[in-house]
């Protein structure tokens, strides 16, 4: 199988020591992609420790490690608990993530993630699932597309867009990632052209991946899956994926505040290891990819 070209994974050391690796433990990497932590973690294990990797991506299959402690499953994370389960593993010690989008994802061009290419429009992870960026932008509704544009990538402009993008499909699909650029042209400034085209690309990536319903999926079952002192090591790259990991780990919720007893006190399931650790600035001039990222460390309370 031929390696696919991945670039450097973020935060390594720091991800990875956030898990607290015990030599003979097992370890889930829900993230695989170029599996740079998962080598990481295989590196700290002794000849009994175990390695759980998901990743959807079929072409993350290609970089899979040959080595009898480690097991790649072509399956979303979401699913975590039932394909654990199917190879016999109801509890493990750590759980690392890597939420962004792997630099060989954005670096294909036909698989239509980047704006700096021209590309039908797909932006699908797992490259067998019937939603793509077209029928998010030529099948839904104009409310549905508003709602998009405006919860996942937090555009001001959200409502006008998802109007022009109605009465424009009304003349012919919009197939390409160049067609969706041409549609919008009125709302792409100059000065900030990429950066409002990144934030149209990652709401419509995000809907088409259902990666806000994923992760909370994911962050649900941790808490049944980790060992008693089990941790979390997860890195976000946007402010929605950061707000529920950091909200979770605080009081076990996505939204409001736990029931308090009457002393005013509440159990939660997680307990925060450290603050928040961002990249240096060694890193990001090495990988710019790094300079939004956000590690957030956990153990089970």
Not at 14 to 33: A, C, H, N, R, S
Not at 137 to 142: A, I, Q, T
């Amino acid at each position: 199988m031929m390696q696919m070209e991945y670039h450097n994974a973020v935060l390594l050391k720091e991800t990875v020591d956030g898990l607290d690796i015990k030599p003979d433990g097992v370890y889930v990497d829900v993230t695989f992609g170029g599996g740079g932590h998962s080598r990481e973690i295989l590196s700290r294990l002794g000849s009994k420790g175990k390695l759980y990797a998901f990743d959807q991506d079929k072409d993350a299959l290609a970089n899979t490690i040959e080595d009898d402690r480690f097991v790649l499953i072509n399956e979303n994370f979401r699913y975590i608990r039932r394909f654990l389960r199917f190879y016999g593993v109801k509890k493990v010690d750590g759980i690392l993530a890597d939420f962004g989008v792997s630099s060989h994802q954005f670096d294909v061009a036909e698989r239509g993630f980047s704006t700096r290419f021209e590309a039908d429009l797909d932006m699908r992870m797992n490259q067998d699932s019937k939603l793509s960026a077209y029928e998010v932008v030529n099948d839904y509704s104009e409310e549905q597309i508003r709602a998009v544009l405006f919860q996942y990538g937090e555009l001001r402009q959200a409502p006008a867009m998802a109007r022009t993008i109605v009465a424009e499909r009304v003349k012919g699909e919009i197939k390409t990632s160049e067609q969706l650029k041409t549609v919008l042209r009125p709302f792409l400034n100059h000065k900030k052209e990429n950066k409002v085209l990144a934030q149209i690309y990652q709401a419509i990536r995000i809907e088409v991946n259902q990666e806000i319903e994923a992760l909370k999926e994911l962050l649900l079952q941790t808490p049944e899956i980790l060992k008693e002192d089990g941790r979390l090591s997860f890195i976000s790259y946007h402010s929605l994926e950061d707000r529920l990991v950091k909200r979770f780990i605080r009081n076990g919720l996505f939204e409001g505040e736990p029931e308090r007893d009457v002393f005013g006190n509440f159990e939660v399931p997680l307990k925060k290891v450290g603050g928040l650790i961002v990249p240096s600035h060694s890193e990001i001039k090495m990988n710019n990819r790094a300079r939004s990222a956000k590690l957030r460390i956990a153990k089970k309370a």
